[in-house]
């Protein structure tokens, strides 16, 4: 994370009326991030304890040998 010093700077009123919404976004979302992140991982550890494998959320769509971009008829299936 970048520190940023903002001494000597003068801050128009509309600049400092940004710092301060940042500011407060920053101290209410950390919380709640905090708190969505404990849920998560509660979630992870009982479904690990049940046996429950994990949601397969990435798959190969088609298995070839050339490696590149598919055209968007190829996706489309024309």
Do not use: C
């Amino acid at each position: 994370m970048k520190t940023v010093s903002l001494q000597g700077i003068q801050l128009s009123p509309g600049q400092r009326r940004m710092l301060d919404q940042q500011r407060h976004v920053r101290e209410f979302m950390n919380p709640v991030l905090a708190q969505q992140v404990t849920e998560t991982l509660a979630v992870i550890e009982l479904r690990k304890e049940q046996g429950t494998k994990p949601e397969k959320i990435w798959f190969h769509d088609r298995e070839s040998s050339w490696q590149g971009t598919i055209s968007v008829a190829e996706w489309m299936g024309y």
